[in-house]
């Protein structure tokens, strides 16, 4: 799979552009800034733009799919040329919804404790797949 991200450097799209690179997909993106942790996460695994600006040449037929960050305006130059090739666009939450539809999924809210009960939940999983 083939992805680009409109906006890569936010919290939570660098992660999940991290997270498809550590899958295999060929992962590009642009953003017009970068702030830390971002930038130095994503240029530890080779996602970290060339260039700090939008490029509608990094838009071409053969993306499997564009992921849109909020931050993106409805005028960005990327997203006019994804649109103009018909390449499917997701927003962050489509895009995850997408990818675990058909998984379990577990949601965890309140006030304090986020957090930990994740990383419980996440060493139990990891527990059961030895």
Known sequence: MKIHFIA????AM???AIALHKKNYLVTGSDDEIFEPSKSRLKKYGLLPK???WDEKKIT???????LGMHARLDNPE?????ELN???Y???EYLFEQTKNKTRVVIGGSHGKTTITSMIIQNCNLRRR
Request: aromatic share 4%; glycine share 8%.
């Open 8 to 11: 890569i450097g936010g919290s």
């Open 14 to 16: 660098h992660n999940l």
């Open 51 to 53: 260039k700090i600006l």
């Open 61 to 67: 037929k053969n993306l499997d799919a564009v992921i």
């Open 79 to 83: 997203l006019k040329k994804a649109n």
């Open 87 to 89: 390449i499917k666009i």
């Open 91 to 93: 927003s962050y939450p």
